[in-house]
């Protein structure tokens, strides 16, 4: 029997104007009265995700900032920060590209700078998953744990940013998270060790685990359960490695796939 259920946001959960199901906090209502623990893996923060769900927070599980962060019924499982000269480092290289947006993330609030120079499209991309990320001078001189940095590039970030980043790829990991993001964690995170430490707070095994995801940042979180679920609009690698292809996140067919499982 299924006991824990752990879904992708964008591209999986939400359609594709970002929106949540409407009877998506009526699952999980359901779903805690079955006694099975429901999580939201994804590459947006604590501060974001706990706001879309305000109401059932203290009910669920977050596994946040592509797995630096995990937050269970209110209590912190698991924080990885960057090391601050590494941090200093990524955002020295993010500068060096003048499309590229940088934003650092934190357990409380996240940073962009110079937001005079930043397009109004890009501005509403970065507050759309980041709505309290404030304005400093420099990211330098910020002074928090940084659990991720972010890269937004709107020329599409497989290209640019990406390809930028790439030979430094190890530790901290170098992660496309989105098709115009790119996201900076340790090596010691991602989805999957999220899952984890989710498993090990519930006792619950890979069999008694249901994934749902659609991109490249999901792949860890598939080797942690025994049954997966995939939208047709996900990533090809994604689509070969879930026990079953759905329909498109515009179709809403996630949430009607956990309702058919936990019969709602």
Known sequence: ???????????????????????????????????????????????????????????????????????????????????????????????????????????????FENSERIDSQSMEEILHYYPNCQNVDDLLEVDADVLKICYLDPRGAENYIYQQLKPFNGNPRVVHSAHVWVDIVNADVNKGIGIEKLQEEFNLTHAETVIFGDYLNDLEMFQQASTSFAPINAHDDIKNLATEIIGSNDEWSVVNKIKELVNY
């Open 1 to 111: 029997m299924f006991k824990l259920i752990v879904t992708d946001m964008d591209g999986s959960l939400l359609n594709n104007n970002k929106e949540l199901p409407i009877d998506i906090f009526e699952v999980i209502q359901h779903c805690e009265n079955q006694g099975i623990e429901f999580a939201i893996g994804s590459g947006r923060s604590y501060q974001t995700l706990s706001t879309m769900f305000s109401s059932v927070k203290d009910k669920i599980s977050f596994i946040c900032d592509n797995g630096a962060y995990v937050v269970s019924k209110n209590k912190v499982l698991f924080s990885s920060p960057i090391p601050k000269d590494k941090v200093d480092f990524f955002i020295k290289e993010g500068r060096k590209d003048p499309h590229v947006y940088t934003v650092l993330c934190t357990p409380t609030l996240s940073y």
